[in-house]
């Protein structure tokens, strides 16, 4: 029971750690951040299993995860109100053609990088825009006036 606590208690500080680092941060992963995620696995591995090498131990801890990456995708798509809580709300940060630089500023996106992403999905210019959405992946979606 106590590796089944650790495994709750590790996944729950993952999601609200994940959910503070930002979207946009996780969808743009360098080489730096993969080996990061490597080191904190083994970190959580060794918090989680406390020297239980057993494969009991492991069993249970991966059965443990699967069963709450489940139950959130399943509370986030019966209950509505956790939704937000859980994956995040898109964003927007161009409305009507006109760049909302505080939802840039919370995000931390730089007016740069939204021209960048915008250039990367073939828009010349952010005054060809007339929505951009930062989507719960991390993604942004673009609308154009054409």
């Not at 951040?33 to 801890?61: A, E, H, K, N």
């Not at 500023?105 to 990088?113: A, F, G, H, L, M």
Request: glycine share 6%.
């Amino acid at each position: 029971m106590d590796l089944v606590l650790r495994t709750a208690f590790v996944f729950f500080l993952i999601l609200i750690v994940t959910r503070a680092v930002g979207r946009r941060e996780l969808n743009s992963m360098e080489p730096f951040d993969i080996i990061l995620l490597v080191v904190i696995g083994d970190l959580v591995q060794q918090g989680v299993t406390q020297s239980d090498y057993s494969l009991t131990g492991t069993t249970t801890v991966i059965a443990t995860l699967a069963i709450l990456t489940v139950s959130t995708g399943y509370l986030s798509f019966r209950v509505r109100r956790l939704r937000p809580l859980l994956e995040g709300e898109p964003i927007v940060l161009i409305a009507n053609g006109e760049i909302r630089r505080e939802a840039l500023r919370r995000q931390r996106i730089t007016v740069e990088e939204l021209g960048a992403e915008a250039r990367q999905s073939q828009i010349g210019s952010l005054s060809e825009i007339r929505f951009a959405v930062l989507e719960t992946s991390g993604r942004i979606s673009f609308v154009t006036d054409s």
